[in-house]
């Protein structure tokens, strides 16, 4: 018998609109009665696929394809223009960096963050200190974010976003930063979370994060989905594409 559904998109299209110079195009409109100073730009075209319960799904594609804003609409961080979006529970976007305070500690921001995801503050005092450790970062922790490198910040935002347990997870380049030991304890940690019957679309241009983590791959091109099927062949198609 095979697994129930945790996600179905349907013929999903999703606009936004963007401002190239809003001074000028303020002056357009009031001084010579022209332009709007916008364009819309068609992120997702018509997308349809299902997700079973405890997939780990892979999703590739070139600079501005539209993963990211895929997984935003998932998330319900960006609404659909129109097709739908249905899920069997609430999917959480790994990330909480625009939650973190750059003149707070590490310490502070593995709080903040645990809260802003949900938990409660009996729940953070729980697990903090394991939280802490898996980062890393020992002494570190103790001193602002603003002193922290990238590798350091994002060793912080993985284990703050990875402490909780969603049954659907969305992941955006999480693994392609941080050493290679880092690397290990991620992949052990999204193994973790699918273990527990979870589902999984992450987000990579590395095709060795996708290939060790993700049972199936989505390739999306220019808002539309080129390929759906077994990482190895749609990797190839992909590179052939991309080369």
């Not at 709007?36 to 590739?60: K, M």
């Amino acid at each position: 018998m095979s697994n129930p559904i945790s996600l179905l998109v349907r013929d999903l299209h999703v606009d936004y609109e963007i401002f190239e110079d809003r001074r000028a195009a303020l002056r357009d409109r009031i001084v010579r009665h022209q332009g709007t100073g916008r364009s819309v730009v068609h992120a997702i075209r018509g997308l349809s696929f299902d997700v079973a319960e405890g997939q780990a799904i892979g999703i590739i594609g070139s600079n501005g394809s539209g993963k990211s804003t895929l997984l935003a609409a998932v998330a319900g961080l960006l609404p659909p223009t129109s097709g739908e979006i249905l899920v069997s529970e609430e999917p959480k976007l790994l990330g909480v960096g625009a939650m973190l305070l750059p003149a707070a500690t590490g310490w502070r921001n593995i709080s903040i963050g645990c809260l802003a995801l949900g938990m409660t503050a009996d729940e953070v005092d729980a697990r903090i200190h394991e939280i802490a450790h898996f980062t890393g970062l020992g002494e570190a922790l103790d001193r602002p974010l603003r002193t922290y490198s990238s590798g350091m910040k994002a060793r912080l935002h993985f284990a703050v976003s990875t402490s909780v347990r969603p049954r659907i997870l969305l992941i955006d380049e999480a693994l392609a930063v941080g050493d290679q030991k880092f690397h290990k304890k991620a992949s052990a940690r999204i193994e973790e979370l699918l273990a527990g019957a979870g589902t999984l679309l992450l987000v990579s241009h590395s095709m060795r994060s996708i290939e060790q983590n993700c049972e199936r791959v989505l390739w999306i091109e220019q808002g539309r989905l080129r390929s759906d099927g077994k990482p190895a062949a749609v990797i190839e198609e992909y590179e052939r594409f991309a080369s």
